[in-house]
């Protein structure tokens, strides 16, 4: 059973900043697409960003573009998401997740990743 783990969370005000790691003790780290995902009570989980295995190409939901920025270190095994000028719609639980997936593969729905971590939460006020 593979467990990825998040850490970084916490509370920030309005334009701040925030790095989220995760930890992922997964073989063939770089066969791999990893995502990142958040989730609030009204809500259902969403996509916030994917790393593909393709030449790191990078999928960002458009509330995030141009302020996220999700990097994968495969020295380390771990995934980390750049959260910056962050709003308070950024509020949230923040998961991390893994899929085994080919050269040509583009999960993107939550359903695409079976290896997912416990979550870490995102506070942003006003």
């Known amino acids: 059973q593979v467990e990825l783990v998040e850490s970084g969370g916490g509370s920030v005000q309005a334009g701040g900043s925030l790095r989220l790691s995760c930890a992922a003790p997964?073989?063939?780290?770089?066969?791999?697409?990893m995502g990142w995902f958040r989730q609030t009570p009204e809500k259902e989980r969403e996509v916030v960003a994917v790393i593909y295995t393709s030449g790191g190409r990078t999928y960002y939901t458009d509330s995030v573009e141009g302020r996220f920025t999700a990097s994968k270190d495969y020295a380390k095994n771990t995934l980390y998401l750049q959260m910056d000028n962050m709003k308070p719609e950024d509020t949230a639980t923040y998961y991390c997740a893994a899929s085994q997936c080919g050269r040509s593969s583009r999960p993107i729905a939550k359903d695409d990743f079976p290896y997912w971590g416990q979550g870490t939460q995102v506070t942003v006020s006003s």
């Open positions: 997964l073989d063939s780290f770089s066969m791999y697409c």
